[in-house]
Structures are given as structure tokens and as C-alpha cells.
């Protein structure tokens, strides 16, 4: 079955660069999810799309900003990148059905080094 | 505001051994869904189970349970019969319905180390 797929897996910047993050949710999946993981840390959630619109907010700095496209991937895009914005960064998809609780299914996820 | 506790940092086992990893979880609201992943060395988060406010009854797959209770706010899991390749962190994770957007919250992560 057709999983996640995150571009690139791995990515290495220097501090002040700018870093895009892509997202392939899986076919018929409308929405989709970015999580940041920094290291020994769980999961916390950054924003979400729903049909194309943004649908929430979490804790996601000024400096980073996310669409999704017409045809459903997402990208986020990190700009003046700062060292303790090295973590692993996951994207999930799920179907969308009202008031959420779908099963969120993982992309493999972009493990971004900042020096 | 919601929140999910796994009070058990570091767990390691004999293989074999059975191991019964606790979360705990706190919501205001009626309509809320529970899950398990677990993430092994390689870094995937890979779902377990998910589990809505309304379902109670206990669920078996494998080697793999789990037991819901409502009354103590706890969705714990375990594994029978534990072996090597079960070592991975394992998250328990709440969304509520009120959010209306399915986001996760995740619980501090319980670290499984299964030995040979």
C-alpha cells in the first residue's frame, strides 16, 4: 500500500539558510499534518491542512511557514534557520472525516541538521 | 487542556517477558481518540491502534493488547511474549474532537529495550 513520502530524508544547512520540506500524503488523504521531533523529545505538532487550507496552528515559529497544494502535497518552509531547529520533522496524512480523530499515518520523516 | 502521560521513561525486558506499558491522559472532552505508534531505532512512526471515547471494550492483535479504562483515564498496552524486535519508543497519543483538526498529543514516550 501506498505510504507517506517526504523529500529529503536527510537535510544539512547552515544557520541563517533556508530549508523547504516536501510532503506526498497518501492518494485520497486531504489532510495533512507537520510534526517537529527534536532529539529524545515526542512529537509536537506544527500545523495542519485540510483541502488545502490551513485548519490549526500549534507551536510553529514565525519563521516557518507551510501551504498545501492542489494537488494535496505540502511543503514547509523554514527560513533563518537557527541551530535548535535540528530535529527529525514528520509529515502525516489522513482521510478526513468531521471533527478529526482519523488515523494519522507517518511519512518516513526529513531529519534536518543545522550547523 | 489535554494532556498524555506515559510515566515510564525507560523500560528493559527479557525476551519473552511480558511488559505492559502505561498512559495516562487527561480531556475535558467526551469525544476523544487514543492511539499507540511506536518508533523504532530506524525513526518511523508506525501506528499501533486507535481507540475512540465511546469503545471501551479491550482489544487483542498478536502478541499486542490493550486495555482502555475510562473511569482511571488510562489506555495502557501490552506485550506478550516480548522479543528483540519489539525494542523501540513507544508514544500513546490523544486528539479530541472539539479540535475539530484530528492534531496529536503526545505522551513523553516510553523507551522499550527488549534483550536477547
Known amino acids: 500500500a501506498a505510504g507517506v513520502i517526504q523529500s529529503p530524508r536527510h537535510l544539512i544547512k547552515e544557520k541563517r539558510e533556508t530549508a523547504t520540506l516536501k510532503c506526498y500524503p497518501i492518494?485520497?488523504?486531504?489532510?495533512v499534518y507537520w510534526y517537529q521531533q527534536g532529539p529524545g523529545q515526542d512529537p509536537q505538532f506544527l500545523i495542519s491542512?485540510?483541502?488545502?487550507?490551513?485548519?490549526d496552528k500549534g507551536s510553529i515559529p514565525d519563521r516557518f511557514s507551510a501551504q498545501q497544494f492542489s494537488d494535496y502535497h505540502s511543503e514547509l518552509n523554514m527560513s533563518s534557520l537557527e541551530l535548535g531547529d535540528s530535529a527529525l520533522y514528520f509529515c502525516?496524512?489522513?482521510?478526513?472525516?468531521?471533527?478529526?480523530?482519523?488515523?494519522?499515518?507517518f511519512g518516513p520523516g526529513t531529519r534536518l541538521t543545522v550547523l | 487542556a489535554q494532556k498524555v502521560t506515559q510515566a515510564q521513561t525507560e523500560i528493559s525486558v527479557v525476551e519473552k517477558e511480558d511488559v505492559t506499558l502505561d498512559c495516562v491522559y487527561e480531556t475535558r472532552d467526551t469525544t476523544y481518540y487514543l492511539f499507540w505508534y511506536k518508533q523504532p531505532p530506524s525513526g518511523e512512526l508506525v501506528f499501533l491502534i486507535r481507540r475512540n471515547s465511546f469503545d471501551e471494550q479491550n482489544e487483542i492483535s498478536g502478541r499486542y493488547s490493550w486495555n482502555f479504562q475510562k473511569s482511571t483515564s488510562s489506555f495502557n498496552f501490552t506485550i506478550t511474549a516480548s522479543q528483540v524486535v519489539d525494542s523501540a519508543v513507544y508514544f500513546c497519543?490523544?486528539?479530541?474532537?472539539?479540535?475539530?483538526?484530528?492534531?496529536?498529543?503526545f505522551g513523553q514516550g516510553t523507551t522499550l529495550q527488549v534483550k536477547p
Open positions: 491542512f485540510y483541502e488545502k487550507m490551513q485548519s
Open positions: 492518494p485520497r488523504h486531504d489532510t
Open positions: 502525516a496524512s489522513s482521510p478526513r472525516t468531521s471533527g478529526g480523530g482519523d488515523t494519522q499515518y
Open positions: 497519543a490523544l486528539s479530541v474532537y472539539s479540535s475539530n483538526t484530528g492534531k496529536l498529543i
